[in-house]
């Protein structure tokens, strides 16, 4: 009687032992989740960032281009279709400006919505592990034999 006692104790140990280092590891696995996740965030900052400064730099040429053929053309710089043409020129680049703006808000919301569903797999896991803990200490406690009593694997029939 006591060899199984024995081995009940070691084996809860066990489970005490194997659920804490797996606890230790989802929680290391979700740091990493979360750095890889901020990673990401400040690697789409700088591709946003570096877009717009590329639009900046296009608008320029454009409008030096569209000065340039004015002006080649006879038109000075404050004509109407100079006017025009820059304009336009100047609308674009915010329009594009704005829209690298939306997909980095996009991008941002993405990441924080997969950081929200890493964490919550976490917190499944963590109750798995509770659970199936639970179970083998019920099972070998001796189940629902010793709380009813007899035979209950024959059932009601």
Known sequence: MSGIIAVTAISAGA????GNQQAKATKKAAQAQQEATAAQ?????VEAQRARIAQVREARIRRGQV???GANAG?????SGIGGAVGSIASQMGENIGNIGQ????????SA???TSADQQVKAQRWQQIGAFSQSIFKQAG???TIFGG???TGAK
């Open 113 to 115: 919505a997969l950081q």
């Open 41 to 45: 965030g400040r690697s789409a900052s």
């Open 15 to 18: 489970a005490i032992y194997s």
């Open 75 to 79: 038109m000075g710089a404050a004509s």
């Open 67 to 69: 000065i340039s053929a």
């Open 151 to 153: 035979n209950t694997s």
């Open 143 to 145: 189940g629902f034999t």
């Open 103 to 110: 997909q980095q808000t996009f991008a941002e919301e993405t």
